[in-house]
């Protein structure tokens, strides 16, 4: 039986090793599966982990207020240190691009642990967009022995940057398998009662290059178009980073079909995508979850890592200028063609069973 360490902490990060941990716990005449998070996110990790109902083995808690990149890396670095040589998984799984990612991967790497990486090779190459996701991703794939791709670019990508072909798994992404066990046919929430007379769009926007002038251009834009049209109301849940909150509040104040409302759990989060005409966000995982809702998505930012959700139609990258974000979402507002169309689209992202892909792999190579 081989031991299995999972490591993530924060609320993407969760939603789609949740779907892994599951799986790995049903082979559980294959695996000895150890969770350890990290509490990058606190209270928005706690909340999905909640959802999953998982209860992890180890939790560094490495919160706190103000924390800055450095206090995050060295923080995750010290904390597994003593988990790893503990526990001695025979590898340890991460997912993404996040600081707890890259640190981790890291500490395998100085201790001689095999690294997986769930969602690998994702590039925009441009390594201050989206910062610092972008060197971090590339960093984890360098160490990672296990290179568990969500599509055939991401593949491509790899084998481009020199990795072995037998490192590469194309599975599909694990986020789409969260969505078989989050929506809901009979959910209701009263933001949603609210909503019900008018096309809702939901949006999302905290990305680190976008706090400052690009979110506030982005927020004018959509406050413009929403003037325009009397039929849409726009939910926002706003990001727990102050300064996010700040920019909301001064650009959407008093606004009577803007609703500011706290993060959602994500089964609130992906019922409200499930329900709604089309979705504004700078997230990575919306691009990929919500077509396989069939809703459009519109990237406020200026690059994706995600190209095959463009190429299939299914996302549109409007970027941060005031202008160009006006024009895109009332063109996608206006134009039924353009809309239906999106809605259409084949998802590229995966069929909702990428974590058994992954842990057949794992199987067959450990």
């Known amino acids: 039986m081989k031991k299995v ?7 993407p990060e969760a939603i789609k090793m949740c779907p892994l941990i599951y799986e790995l716990e049903q082979r559980s005449e294959d695996f000895n599966t150890v969770v350890c998070v990290t509490g990058q996110h606190r209270e928005m990790l706690d909340s999905v982990l909640n959802a999953f109902d998982v209860t992890p083995d180890y939790d560094l808690s490495i919160m706190d207020s103000g924390q800055t990149l450095f206090d995050i890396t060295s923080k995750v670095m ?7 040589g503990s526990e001695q998984p025979d590898i340890v799984l991460v997912h993404g691009d996040t600081t707890t990612t890259f640190a981790a991967a890291l500490a395998c790497f100085y ?31 360098i160490v990672s022995e296990f290179c568990f791709a969500p599509t055939e670019t991401a593949r491509i990508n790899l084998l481009r940057e020199g990795k072995r ?31 019900s007379d008018s096309r809702l769009v939901l949006m999302t926007a905290h990305r680190r290059e976008n706090i400052g ?119 996608l507002v206006t134009d039924s063609a353009l809309y239906d169309d999106m809605c259409k689209s084949t998802n590229p992202y995966g069929d909702g069973f990428a974590s058994r892909r992954i842990v057949d792999a794992l199987i067959e190579r450990l």
């Open 5 to 11: 360490m999972l490591v993530f902490g924060t609320r």
């Open 78 to 84: 010290t904390g597994i240190r003593a988990v790893l």
């Open 111 to 141: 201790v001689g642990i095999r690294v997986g990486h769930v969602e690998a090779g994702l590039r925009t190459y441009d390594i201050h967009s989206p910062y610092p996701e972008e060197f971090n991703r590339q960093a984890v794939d």
């Open 165 to 195: 072909s037998d490192s590469i798994h194309v599975t599909g992404n694990t986020g789409i398998d969260a969505l078989r066990t989050t929506i809901r046919e009979d959910f209701m929430h009263p933001d949603l009662a609210w909503a």
């Open 213 to 331: 002038g690009p979110m506030h251009r982005i927020f004018r834009a959509i406050r413009k178009v929403v003037d325009e049209f009397s039929d849409l109301k726009i939910i926002y849940p706003v990001h727990m980073n102050p300064i996010v909150s700040q920019a909301a509040q001064m650009e959407f104040e008093g606004h009577t079909r803007i609703k500011l409302i706290s993060p959602l759990d994500v089964i609130q989060f992906h019922n409200f995508m499930a329900r709604s005409f089309l979705i504004l966000t700078d997230s990575g995982g919306i691009q990929e979850e919500a077509p396989s809702l069939g809703k459009p998505v519109l990237v406020l930012r200026d690059t994706t890592e995600r190209p095959e959700g463009v190429e299939a139609g299914t996302l549109k990258v409007v970027g941060t200028d005031e202008e160009a974000v006006y024009i895109g979402f009332k063109q």
